[in-house]
């Protein structure tokens, strides 16, 4: 498995502002992901980190709104811009390969409020 | 119809019942198969994987029939600490996409 940790754990932001997240992998990884889970609801994809190139988004996601950065193959970075309340949820990055292909592995999640 | 669809919860079962979830999935083309658990408010983790031949964990079994598109996992001598919601993942392979289902709730009691 691998030791993924992310940053910050929770915050609670106002409207309009945006937040970075951090993922931090304890070794390198060819993928890494990140996903939103709004209450009560399972995972959804927002995009694929790629190393050295642009992210690969999924339906309904878009980099203006979700930028990403991965500079490297232990990190990565998710930025949530302009927030709306409709932005609140926890956001996972998760990375596979480690062990089996396709097995991912989840860091904590970043919990985030906006009023 | 969802691609991955998964038994409405919640299970509610005493201490030492065995319990079965099932799942289906959407997409023929779908190559690889997980079961998450994900405790509450934590992250998702990988239980087991799926094989066409079946596999077994201890107290847990999953099995996939790929004819008809379905997973399922069964868990013996259920213990308080499985209480968790347990997510069926799928990878379809082409274009590497993983979907999660909803997830099935459970509750052990004593």
């Known amino acids: 498995s691998a030791v993924i940790s992310q940053k910050p754990s929770r915050d609670i932001c106002q409207r309009g502002t945006s937040l970075t997240i951090q993922c931090q992998v304890d070794s390198q990884v060819t993928m890494m992901f990140w996903y939103r889970q709004q209450p009560g609801q399972s995972l959804t994809l927002i995009a694929t980190a790629n190393q050295g190139s642009e992210a690969t988004y999924e339906s309904g996601f878009v980099i203006d709104k979700f930028p990403i950065s991965r500079p490297n193959l232990t990190f990565s970075t998710l930025t949530v811009s302009n927030m709306s309340p409709e932005d609140s949820s926890i956001y996972l990055c998760?990375?596979?390969?480690?062990?089996?292909?396709?097995?991912?592995?989840f860091g904590p999640g970043t919990r985030l409020t906006v009023t | 119809r969802k691609e991955v669809e998964q038994d409405p919860g919640p299970f509610n079962v005493p201490e030492g019942a065995t319990v079965a979830f099932n799942c289906t999935y959407s997409n023929s083309a779908s190559q690889s198969f997980f079961w998450y658990r994900q405790d509450c408010r934590k992250e998702p983790k990988l239980l087991m994987s799926v094989y066409s031949s079946g596999n077994e964990d201890g107290r847990f079994t999953a099995q996939l029939n790929r004819a008809s598109q379905y997973i399922s996992l069964l868990i013996r001598d259920s213990k308080l600490s499985d209480s968790a919601t347990y997510l069926c993942v799928v990878t379809n392979t082409g274009g590497f996409k993983t979907i999660f289902g909803a997830g099935t709730r459970l509750f052990v009691k004593a």
């Open positions: 998760s990375v596979d390969g480690v062990s089996g292909p396709y097995e991912q592995y």
